[in-house]
């Protein structure tokens, strides 16, 4: 069991600092002084763990991408069915973003937008998430759970971007206070998508076994049960002759 209480060493100190004031004032304006400064550290210690500013900024991405990772994956594998596996996966995700706000406001706002992100190992760890539920997906169409003609890219962009959207949006109003937490919404969200891509069940059939003298008695039920028209009587109406 991990020790909660250990103090925490100047590389994460430094993170943590970093973390906050990226998140904050942006990259471009955040400077390696006043992040040394908050970590209790010297400028040279920062360089010294991370060598340039950008190398600390995409350092933090991957150590939390990949601590969360493993978080999930000790789990995942107690999880029997693919549709429960997704849901743990989307709630790991919403979690992540909602209870680290610093965090999902630096990669959402402010990472996914660079390029030079998506060359780094920071962007691999959040990829592999990604790949994860991916291949959920298709475990999913493959054992019948859901439609076979699912596209399991489309599914992952339409889970992944509703979340995202939603934080997005969330960080640009000021991060309001809510009746409904982000994680109360994650349900509803996966409901709507999930049921235009469930497998539809086969209707079972009902087979009744009779004797004969019971199949004779059901018949007549059945046929004072329908319409005077579906029984084949005849109609009362008198045909005119001319």
């Not at 970093?18 to 998140?23: D, H």
């Not at 760890?125 to 291949?135: E, G, Q, T, V, W």
């Not at 992952?156 to 995202?164: I, T």
Request: proline letters at 4%; a positive charge; charged letters at 30%.
């Amino acid at each position: 069991m991990a020790d909660h209480t250990r103090k925490k060493t100047r590389k994460e100190r430094i993170m943590d600092a970093a973390l906050r004031i990226f998140a904050e004032k942006s990259f471009p304006e955040a400077t390696i002084s006043e992040i040394s400064k908050e970590a209790g550290v010297s400028d040279a210690t920062v360089y010294e763990y991370f060598g340039t500013k950008e190398d600390l900024l995409f350092a933090i991405p991957e150590k939390i991408s990949n601590d969360t990772f493993e978080e999930s994956e000790a789990v995942l594998p107690f999880i029997q069915d693919v549709e429960g596996r997704l849901r743990a996966m989307m709630l790991s995700y919403v979690k992540l973003y909602e209870n680290n706000p610093h965090y999902s406001a630096l990669v959402l706002l402010q990472l996914m937008s660079n390029k030079r992100f998506r060359q780094t190992d920071a962007h691999a760890a959040i990829r592999r998430s990604a790949h994860r539920l991916l291949d959920c997906i298709r475990e999913g169409i493959a054992n019948g759970t859901f439609r076979a003609d699912t596209d399991a890219y489309l599914i992952r962009s339409v889970l992944m971007g509703s979340v995202e959207h939603l934080f997005i949006h969330w960080h640009m109003q000021g991060m309001p206070k809510r009746d409904k937490s982000m994680m109360a919404l994650l349900d509803p969200v996966l409901e709507i998508i999930l049921s235009g891509i469930r497998a539809k069940k086969p209707e079972q059939e009902v087979v009744l076994r009779l004797k004969v003298e019971n199949a004779k008695t059901l018949s007549r039920m059945l046929s004072d049960a329908l319409p005077e028209k579906k029984k084949g009587k005849p109609s009362l109406k008198k045909n005119t002759v001319k």
